[in-house]
């Protein structure tokens, strides 16, 4: 399942997989990034992930991860709360920046993949909280 109108396109003729797409809109946002709103989310709401892999602009280590985006933060949160496991996905450049929206805490994170040029006591900081980090 994806909000993401370039990965619902990326992944179309793959016969092995089959795909879900959000309904609902994307006014607020570049309209080839994501498909947000209450009726995405009412999608959403209606499965259970066992994985979901989301990205963030604003990662900071008192109020977590935020987003730009009101519409795009509440998505992101909807996803989290039907997962199993939330892999967030983030280089360098995220951390440190808060939005004006809020996604949600770190604690909500089990896994952080990030480049090697991530500050140390960043990735310290989600270590000690109990946090998988991958730098790749």
Avoid: W
């Amino acid at each position: 399942m994806t909000n993401s109108i370039e990965i619902a396109h990326r992944l179309t003729g793959h016969k092995d997989l089959s795909i879900v797409v959000c309904g609902g809109t994307t006014g607020e946002i570049n309209p080839v990034a994501s498909i947000v709103g209450p009726l995405a989310e009412m999608l959403v709401n209606q499965f259970r992930a066992n994985i979901c892999f989301i990205g963030t602009s604003g990662i900071d280590l008192k109020q977590g991860i935020t987003d730009p985006y009101l519409s795009a933060a509440s998505m992101k949160n909807t996803m989290i709360q039907k997962s199993s496991y939330v892999v967030l996905v983030a280089d360098h450049s995220k951390f440190g920046q808060i939005n004006k929206a809020s996604v949600c805490g770190l604690d909500q994170v089990h896994h952080l993949i990030t480049d090697h040029e991530t500050p140390k006591h960043y990735l310290d900081h989600f270590q000690k909280l109990g946090i998988a980090v991958t730098v790749v």
